[in-house]
């Protein structure tokens, strides 16, 4: 079936606009979650959406960022007020999760990469 | 704190074998992932390990001790297409990964 899928794939934008990131889970995969990754660098979290629970958004670095899932499925991560620290690549993965399937691997989209002019 | 340590760059030879280690502390331990991740591309998922020992997968094989919090990826008759970053994440209570800053594995011929 198909992969984890995000949306679009490059965007480049100025300073000070809102830009927003989609993410395409797998198909019948409960959990998503959004990282954020600076060349060279590793993974950093950024919020965690599992079933009809409360997001975990331990990660986001300010309020300026939000994330939202609708329906369960298909997920939006919102920056406003774009800064140029914000630029980097920002992944989506999904998983299994709950139960048994805790420990499953996580599945990730090819991610945005996100330039701020 | 929770805390993955990798080093951040390896150099070895095509058919040669390499081993990249990993130390984590995280609260709690519901296992460890090694990720592949060549330049411009997602992570894939290379292993898991949750119990003590050896894991073998082809080429690749991975190791855990939990006591000593340790764990390493060991490449054998290594490739040119297997130079990418290694991510080791450890997952911890919570079941949320902890994630190393990545080993660039660099193969020459």
């Known amino acids: 079936g198909a992969g984890v899928s995000q949306s679009p794939s490059n965007k480049v934008t100025e300073k000070g606009k809102d830009v927003e990131l989609r993410c395409d889970p797998i198909s019948g995969h409960t959990a998503l979650y959004w990282y954020r990754q600076s060349l060279g660098q590793g993974l950093e979290f950024l919020i965690y959406f599992q079933g009809n629970s409360a997001p975990d958004k331990s990660g986001l670095p300010s309020d300026r960022f939000s994330a939202e899932r609708t329906g369960g499925s298909v997920s939006t991560l919102t920056i406003q007020r774009t800064q140029q620290e914000d630029s980097a690549v920002y992944l989506c993965?999904?998983?299994?999760?709950?139960?048994?399937?805790?420990?499953?691997?996580?599945?990730f989209g090819d991610g945005t990469r996100l330039s701020i002019l | 704190g929770q805390n993955i340590d990798q080093p951040t760059e390896m150099t070895a030879t095509e058919g040669a074998i390499v081993q990249i280690n990993c130390t984590y502390q995280t609260s709690g331990f519901n296992g460890l992932f090694w990720y592949q991740q060549h330049a411009g591309e997602a992570p894939t998922f290379l292993s898991y390990?949750?119990l003590d020992g050896l894991e073998e997968k082809g080429r690749f094989s991975s190791f855990l001790s939990r006591s000593k919090g340790y764990s390493y990826l060991l490449l054998k008759e290594l490739q040119m297409k297997d130079s990418a970053s290694y991510l080791c994440a450890s997952m911890d209570s919570n079941y949320q990964l902890i994630w190393g800053a990545g080993t660039k594995l660099i193969i020459k011929p």
């Open positions: 993965a999904s998983s299994l999760a709950g139960g048994r399937y805790d420990r499953q691997p996580q599945h």
């Open positions: 390990n949750v």
